[in-house]
């Protein structure tokens, strides 16, 4: 089965650009996650998707905003870029819908984005 | 307070050490804890899944849920340079939010 996938693994933006980063789940996940990690914060979540609902959401300005399709690819935007927006994004797929291993996450490996 | 407090480390231990990695919690309602390693520029893999308290064993690799105390622990037995890696804890509740520690790197030495 493939894994999560993410594109572009790399971005390179100008500050006040906005950018747009994909995820494909894997197949049969209808619940999709994305984070933020940077070296000082670590791990912060952003928002889910399920059903191509937004059911969380982290504590992050509406700059940061997402959507999933009905295949449950997602996609996540950010708009206005600012410096500190550097990061690894991460998306994770899992298949919430009952039993006991629901909310096991699995990880992409990520788009790296640099803003300058 | 964070939800999730780990100590980031690093830690290095000699192969054939055995390493314990820890994190504590404050929210009662947390009942799945998982640990990833994350190599570097890398995503974090799901190594281990435990739902509520008790022990899980998979190879080498041994996790330990203590609600009672809000206190998780991985503990590799045998470590390998290919452990070298960041451990980063993670737990949710019955939602499908998850909160994360901020890892600990940690490096085997051959």
């Known amino acids: 089965k493939a894994g999560v996938t993410q594109t572009p693994r790399y971005l390179i933006k100008t500050r006040g650009q906005q950018v747009t980063l994909s995820c494909s789940p894997i197949?049969?996940?209808?619940?999709v996650s994305w984070y933020q990690q940077t070296p000082g914060q670590g791990l912060q979540f952003l928002f889910e998707?399920?059903?191509?609902?937004?059911?969380n959401k982290g504590n992050f300005p509406g700059r940061f905003s997402g959507r999933q399709f009905s295949n449950s690819r997602s996609e996540m935007n950010v708009s206005t870029l600012e410096l500190g927006d550097s990061a690894l994004y991460l998306c994770?797929?899992?298949?919430?819908?009952?039993?006991?291993?629901?909310?096991?996450?699995?990880f992409g490996p990520g788009t790296r984005l640099t803003v300058l | 307070q964070k939800e999730v407090e780990q100590d980031p480390g690093p830690l290095s231990v000699p192969e054939g050490a055995i390493v314990s990695l820890n994190c504590t919690y404050s929210?009662?309602?947390?009942?799945?804890f998982m640990w990833y390693r994350q190599y570097s520029r890398k995503g974090p893999e799901l190594l281990m899944y435990?739902?509520?308290?008790g022990n899980k064993e998979d190879g080498r690799f041994t996790a330990q849920v203590d609600k009672s105390s809000k206190y998780i622990s991985l503990f590799i037995r045998d470590s390998q340079p290919s452990d070298s890696a960041t451990y980063l804890c993670?737990?949710?509740?019955?939602?499908?939010?998850?909160?994360f520690g901020t890892g600990t790197s940690l490096t085997v030495i051959p």
């Open positions: 994770a797929s899992s298949l919430s819908g009952g039993g006991p291993h629901y909310n096991e996450q699995f």
């Open positions: 197949s049969g996940h209808r619940s």
């Open positions: 998707y399920f059903s191509e609902t937004q059911r």
């Open positions: 929210n009662s309602a947390f009942q799945y």
């Open positions: 435990t739902y509520s308290s």
């Open positions: 993670a737990m949710s509740g019955s939602g499908n939010q998850f909160y």
